[in-house]
């Protein structure tokens, strides 16, 4: 069993389960919160949480790069979002997952779809939701390519990236892939800090800020190495093959991902509706987190009707 997340929030930490705008939001609201690990395919050990009622309506929250489960707090403190099941992890490579060395455990597409799949089973998922985060929407892509949409109620992109493609992805996003995992510690520190501040367009609190900055360094170097080598560039052809829900989620001013990644998704999948966030950057989830969490709930209480 792994040790409560509680602990590592009572301190400091505990500002990242804060609602902008809102008055403190104490442990205690998710303090039900199960931890599991999944084992994936290659033997990766995943780490989990689950919270919810596991009779109601599932959501499955795959985090973005160099972040983790703790991304999704604000998702987990929300009211509007108490009557689901809710499980979040850790991508291989991040927070307390595991970190395998090798290039070749990131590159591979159908490894990120079998961590899905081992963390749905773990978990005892019947069809859940798959939210993808930035990296997490390739991620959910890789799980469908592989696996199909037929144990799924819905997907959720968020900012994702579906496509590695310069012409979809910002410069500066382009510029980190180097700089983020350069060899020179003093370059790679301060590219890990300045990724993360070019993640929101409203920024963290100071103390939202250095926990995160603490995940974001946990992060294994061979992670961005690794994904970019992949031979499975594009996903489109997924999504506009699978016939479940689709709700594109995107902060207008995004600095990473361009908004044609996500139009694209929309023009060749019938039905996908993007709904894009005025005062948002890469992270409307956090950014603008009511609104989210109220779109969220809607598309997941309408998927699991379909």
């Known amino acids: 069993m ?12 505990l500002a ?43 959501i499955l929250f795959i985090h973005g790069l160099r972040q983790s489960r703790l991304s999704w707090e604000k998702q987990l403190a929300d009211p509007q979002l108490k009557g689901f099941r809710i499980v979040t992890f850790d991508l291989r490579g991040h927070g307390d997952s595991d970190k395998p060395t090798a290039l070749s455990a990131y590159s591979s597409a159908d490894l990120w779809a079998d961590d ?13 939701v798959l939210v993808g985060w930035s990296l997490g929407g390739y991620v959910a892509g890789a799980y469908v390519r592989k696996y199909g949409g037929g144990a799924i109620a819905g997907v959720n992109l968020v900012d994702a990236v579906t496509k590695l493609s310069p012409d979809l992805l910002t410069k500066e996003s382009v510029d980190f892939t180097a700089t983020t995992t350069s060899p020179d510690l003093a370059i790679r520190t301060a590219a890990t800090a300045d990724f993360l501040a070019a993640c929101f367009h409203r920024p963290p609190t100071k103390a939202e800020m250095r926990g995160m900055l603490v995940v974001n360094g946990m992060t294994a170097r061979a992670v961005n190495e690794g994904f970019v080598q992949t031979k499975t560039t594009d996903l489109e052809p997924t999504f506009q093959s699978y016939a479940g829900p689709v709700l594109l989620t995107y902060g207008v001013h995004d600095r990473l991902v361009r908004l044609a990644m996500s139009e694209r998704i929309k ?16 992270s409307p989830f956090f950014e603008e987190p009511k609104r989210y969490g109220k779109e969220l709930a809607a598309f997941v209480r309408a998927s699991n009707q379909s």
């Open 2 to 13: 792994l040790p409560s997340r509680r602990t590592f929030l009572s301190g400091a930490l």
């Open 16 to 58: 990242l389960a804060i609602v902008a705008g809102a008055p403190r939001v104490h442990a205690a609201p998710i303090a039900t919160a199960e931890t599991f690990l999944a084992r994936s395919s290659d033997g990766t050990m995943l780490a989990g949480e689950a919270q919810g009622d596991p009779k109601t309506p599932e």
């Open 116 to 128: 899905v799949a081992a963390v749905i089973s773990a978990a005892k998922l019947r069809r859940p």
């Open 267 to 282: 023009a060749i999948h019938p039905g996908a509706r993007l709904s894009l966030f005025s005062e948002s950057g890469h």
